[in-house]
């Protein structure tokens, strides 16, 4: 699989989780700053999605 089909799968995983968390668990008061706005939340699922799938560096054998 290409790496950056697979780290983009990832960052969509993580939009999509993020956006759950707003919906069933998420701040309806507006007093949570990170969990009130369903952009904020789905923002940082998916930047969390980025490193999570972010490549590691490989190691090259010698």
Same mark, same amino acid.
């Given at each position: 699989?290409?790496?950056? /089909?697979?780290?983009?799968?990832?960052?969509?995983?993580?939009? +999509? &989780?993020?956006?759950?968390?707003?919906?069933?668990?998420?701040?309806?008061?507006?007093?949570?700053? /990170?969990?009130?706005?369903?952009?904020?939340?789905?923002?940082? +699922? &998916?930047?969390?999605?980025?490193?999570?799938?972010?490549?590691?560096?490989?190691?090259?054998?010698?």
């Amino acid at each position: 699989m290409n790496k950056y /089909l697979k780290l983009l799968l990832f960052i969509i995983a993580g939009a +999509g &989780a993020g956006y759950a968390y707003y919906y069933y668990i998420g701040c309806t008061s507006g007093s949570c700053p /990170l969990t009130s706005n369903w952009y904020v939340t789905t923002f940082y +699922g &998916a930047f969390s999605g980025l490193l999570l799938g972010f490549p590691a560096k490989d190691k090259k054998k010698e």
